[in-house]
């Protein structure tokens, strides 16, 4: 197998949203919609439906849920990617009004992104891709990321002069997690989904995706190696949610089938756990 194998993709399967269990899904979705500007598309006994204007779901929130185990496996952050620059500036501009406390601003290269925590201290990355041309692509087919101080001054400064939410177009970027072993996760994740290794930050992260993009999933062993899973009702992820062609479902279930990972085929969704004990859930397209 050679290096462009284990770099290219085989599937367009991308990342649709994040299903979080909270300790209080009430006053979470309240700073979802507040702080985040996600838009409530629906609501039912604290479950919660988040998303934007044009009812595309980005976020579920879960009730009635346990404290988490200190280390397990789980969300590293989820990312909300917006259409451009200005989008970026607007919310960073809102978050410096109403003083919310952000835990950095970084430029990656291929894109501009800041991080926060939610109040149950579920990772958020907000961000914007830069144009194609400006990202740093290999021959190998590796998208070469950087962590350098954001320009604050540049991105603010194309900021609307109110926030009104998060826009339609926004989508979930990707997720990133804590995973039990770095070279198990790969595989599965290439075996299974389809995803390219299109970065690799040493031996402590990857990043995978489909088709061209910089990443889908980010992967990493930063909390230690081989971290128990979360139980299904402990606060934290749930599940990461994706989104599939018809093609690329089928093929997805035809890879379930030939490793022998149980799965539970629903109204057009196929669900696993991953080999961290992740639930994953891939739903086809209509």
Known sequence: MTLQDITQSTTQVVT???????LNSQKLA??????????LISKSKGFYKLGTPDHKVLLELFPNTSNKKERT????????????????????????????PLQGAANHGYSNAIYLADPEGN?????????????DIRATGHIVGVT?????????????????????????????????????????????LGLGLKYPLGKQAYFLASSNYHH????????????????INTCGLRASVWSANQIDYQTIQTKLKEFDVE????????????????TVIIEKKS
């Not at 649709?16 to 909270?22: E, F």
């Not at 101080?149 to 970027?173: K, S």
């Not at 889908?216 to 139980?231: D, V």
Request: aromatic share 12%; net charge negative.
């Open 73 to 100: 496996t789980g969300l590293y952050h989820m990312a909300f990617l917006l259409p451009n620059k200005n989008e970026l500036g607007t919310i960073l501009q809102s978050f410096i009004d109403k003083q919310i």
């Open 16 to 22: 649709s949203a994040v299903q979080i269990n909270a």
């Open 263 to 278: 799965y539970k085929e629903g109204d057009n969704t196929l669900t696993f756990e991953d080999n961290s004990g992740l």
């Open 216 to 231: 889908h999933l980010g992967i990493n062993i930063w909390q230690g190696h081989n971290l128990p899973a979360p139980n």
């Open 148 to 192: 350098e101080p954001m320009d604050i001054d540049y991105v603010l400064e194309g900021a609307n002069p109110t926030f009104d939410g998060l826009p339609i177009g926004t989508t979930m970027g990707h997720i990133h997690l804590h995973v039990s072993d770095l070279d198990e996760t790969l595989n599965f994740y290439r075996q299974i």
């Open 123 to 135: 990772g958020i990355e907000i961000y914007y891709d830069k144009k194609q041309t400006e990202w």
């Open 30 to 39: 309240n700073f979802y919609q507040n702080t985040i500007g996600l838009t």
